[in-house]
């Protein structure tokens, strides 16, 4: 029953602006470091953001920094990714990853959420 699901995808214009959440049930995010990956079709899947388990510490890939800003509320158990300014390369599907901070062997993934972006 541990399970993570990505939702706030959606399709927009190029300049707008999508929330993506990252919400866990059945376990708690308080020692996961959590990151956000996308895949487009053909491609290879990459990296898009992540960050500490405490939130204290957040990385970016070059091709959305300044537009995209993660971050979480361990309270309500979510991560969440704002992304601004979007651009039609930013269309794939978005999936979140939580990697237990003392262990690789306790590692989930969400199945995914579509982001298009298109005039």
């Known amino acids: 029953q541990l399970q993570l699901v990505e939702s706030g995808g959606g399709s927009v214009q190029p300049g707008g602006s999508l929330r993506l959440s990252c919400a866990a049930s059945g376990f708690t995010l308080d020692y996961y470091d959590i990151s956000w990956f996308r895949q487009a079709p053909g491609e290879e899947r990459e990296g898009v953001s992540c960050?500490?388990?405490?939130?204290?510490?957040?990385n970016y890939a070059d091709s959305v920094k300044g537009r995209f800003t993660i971050s979480r509320d361990n309270a309500k158990n979510t991560v969440y990714l704002q992304m601004n300014s979007l651009k039609p390369e930013d269309t794939a599907v978005y999936y979140c990853n939580a990697q237990r901070v003392t262990s690789f062997r306790y590692n989930y993934w969400g199945r995914g959420t579509q982001v298009t972006v298109s005039s």
């Open positions: 960050i500490s388990s405490s939130g204290g510490s957040t």
